[in-house]
């Protein structure tokens, strides 16, 4: 368990890392923000963010954990790669509730809304896979300033939260910005698989050759 000390945070070199975790967060945040508004669209407002507030919680609950152990975790490998086919099928669910959507859309007199548990558990899942990647993405940063990084993730994860709303609610206007999300989980996805295989620390394709 790695020291926190708030002394350490307001040091010059806490500060430099603290600017270092931001700055890494805020450019992750942006795919994270599109995948949680994609999941949660389709969804009632209140639903919306009663879901939005769950993926929030579980979200700091996950980059909390991982940030704790983050040194142990840039030594098991294939971690990455088991993050990335999990949102794999995140991704997957989510296409088959576009296209079920979409043909209810066609037929008149329906509307289909999202189950609120299935919408629970794949933002679950996302936020699982998503905080792994960000977590050791900031991992350089956080070895020796453990307080600077847990402040940067809860504040990184405060700033999703309200962006990831009205993602949610544009998508609800613009129904096919969804398949746009989609395109963004698949895209998260298919780097943390990249980065699962190829990576020479954590990757499993070394193991293979």
């Known amino acids: 368990m790695p020291h926190l000390s708030l002394v350490d ?5 806490g500060l430099a890392a ?3 975790v ?7 945040a942006g795919d994270n923000v599109v995948v949680l508004g994609t999941l949660a669209a389709g969804l009632t407002p209140q639903e919306r963010r009663r879901v939005l507030g769950i993926g929030v919680g579980i979200a700091l609950v996950f980059r909390v954990i991982f940030a704790l152990v983050a040194t142990q975790l840039l030594h098991v490998v294939g971690l ?14 989510l296409f088959r509730e576009l296209r079920s959507r979409h043909a209810d859309a066609g037929a008149p007199g329906t ?16 936020d699982l896979s998503m905080s792994l990647d960000n ?3 900031v991992a350089g940063a956080s070895r020796e300033h453990p ?7 809860a504040l990184s994860v405060a700033l999703m939260a309200v962006a990831a709303n009205a993602i949610a609610r544009l998508i609800e206007r613009y129904r096919w910005l969804a398949y746009l999300g989609l395109i963004v989980v698949l895209y998260v996805a298919g780097s943390m698989i990249h980065q699962g295989w190829v990576d020479p620390t954590i990757g499993v ?4 050759t």
């Open 9 to 13: 945070a307001f040091s010059a070199a």
């Open 18 to 20: 603290f600017a270092q």
């Open 22 to 28: 931001i700055a890494i967060d805020l450019l992750l």
């Open 80 to 93: 990455v790669l088991a993050g990335g086919l999990l949102l794999l099928w995140v991704a997957w669910r």
């Open 111 to 126: 509307t289909r809304v999202r189950n609120f548990r299935q919408a629970v558990i794949q933002v679950a899942l996302a």
């Open 135 to 137: 977590v050791l993405a």
């Open 147 to 153: 307080t600077v990084l847990l402040f940067g993730l």
């Open 205 to 208: 394709g070394h193991l293979l």
